[in-house]
């Protein structure tokens, strides 16, 4: 099996070179591992673009939201992994307007974070579910109309029967894991069903 590439960007080197030891040793490759998004080559050849970017967002709400702009604009169809502890709506409003795949809190254990990227690389989204949305104007600069916004499905929240805690994913996939037990929820002809993920 061929390693995922990803790249990293935070202006938090410790944090990047962490992140990029554990990465490498549980079959990820790091192939860029910078500060600031703009470093992350729009222009790369199509072999060095990463599967997934993991990005420390800013503290400040326009700055993390430049981050994420960026990102969607200059490297479209790469899952964008984002980092906070910001606890405010806005912060999980960006990440659906600017279409990130997770928003996770930067002190998440790496079995989550691993489990994050194993739904994020099947198309799931991972978001909390304990932060209440807002309706912050999203910048026209994105290039999409609010109508376009208002289309898109959100996910579902799903109870795991093992843990209890609930999780957001969106209704793609037959099978979906909960990140904080590792748990599957089959889903078989409406009927649900509970099996440990191996």
């Known amino acids: 099996m061929n390693c995922v590439s990803v790249g990293l960007v935070?202006?938090?080197?410790?944090?990047?070179?962490?992140?990029?030891?554990l990465l490498e040793e549980n079959g990820y490759k790091v192939t860029a591992s910078v500060a600031d998004q703009r470093e992350l080559d729009p222009a790369m050849?199509?072999?060095?673009?990463?599967?997934?970017?993991?990005?420390?967002?800013a503290r400040e709400i326009d700055t993390a939201a430049d981050q994420l702009r960026y990102l969607n604009s200059n490297l479209p169809g790469v899952g964008i992994v984002s980092f906070s502890d910001?606890?405010?709506?806005?912060?999980?409003?960006?990440?659906?307007?600017?279409e990130a795949s997770a928003l996770l809190r930067k002190q998440v254990s790496f079995k989550a974070l691993l489990h994050c990227l194993e739904l994020v690389m099947i198309g799931e989204k991972v978001l909390p579910t304990d932060i209440p949305r807002t309706t912050r104007e999203r910048s026209t600069e994105a290039g999409r109309g609010a109508a376009a916004q208002g289309a898109e499905p959100k996910g579902d929240v799903i109870p795991c029967m093992t843990c209890s805690q609930p999780f957001?994913?969106?209704?793609?996939?037959?099978?979906r894991i909960c990140s904080g037990c590792k748990s599957r929820m089959s889903r078989i002809s409406s009927v649900s069903e509970h099996t440990l993920h191996s």
């Open 10 to 21: 935070s202006s938090d080197q410790f944090f990047r070179e962490g992140l990029k030891a």
């Open 45 to 57: 050849s199509p072999a060095d673009t990463p599967v997934l970017v993991l990005i420390d967002l």
């Open 86 to 98: 910001e606890r405010d709506g806005d912060w999980l409003t960006i990440c659906e307007d600017y």
């Open 168 to 175: 957001e994913t969106e209704d793609r996939r037959a099978n």
